[in-house]
């Protein structure tokens, strides 16, 4: 046996012989299976959430959150397409009405939705600017759900190693301490 070999073996020691073990033989059932739980990468989980929303959940086998982050993405798309379309609206009618006034020019007023016909110049630019915000806020809400995506994958991938098996337990147990001679109550807790 070389010294090069003694960090990957044990030896132990019989009565009458040497016998020799290997280290991956030694291991601990639970090592083994907590390196075998550690495989699964927060990393990838993240990255595929990142690049397709929903992917580090399939990734992290908890398909039922698929409905609830694609309605969240949906829902905020939906919003901002709809407020992306008023806001064009709003903006065609306002520039036709303020073209007409000051230039004469109505080439953009014969464009104007009727339902914003009777509309002021000023409120149209009012629910213009309005609709702008609003878009920006739904642009907002979006990246932030896209965001709480990655997060969650994240968090469930680092959560996938962590141990729930039924022997923690809790004891009680009356203590008695020799050195300042008082009683007391011990809590031990048994992790596996």
Known sequence: SSFAQEDSLKIVSKTDSLEIV????????????????????????????????GLGQIYNKKYWKLPIIYAALGITGYIFVDNLK???????????????????DSTDYYKIKPEYLPISEESLRA????????????VLVFVAFWGLNVVDAVVD????????????????????????KSKGVSLVFNFK
């Open 86 to 104: 008023t806001y064009k609206d709003l903006k065609l009618a306002y520039r036709g009405k303020y073209n007409e006034r000051v230039t004469g």
């Open 157 to 180: 991938a680092h959560l996938k190693a962590f141990d729930i098996s039924p022997d923690l337990s809790l004891k009680v147990k009356p203590s008695y301490n020799l050195l300042t």
């Open 127 to 138: 629910g213009r600017d309005q609709f702008r915000r609003y878009m920006d806020y739904s």
């Open 22 to 53: 290997s280290k991956k033989d030694s291991l601990p059932a639970a090592t083994v299976d907590s390196l075998i739980k550690k495989e699964h990468s927060p990393r990838k989980a993240a990255i595929r959430s990142a690049i397709v929303p």
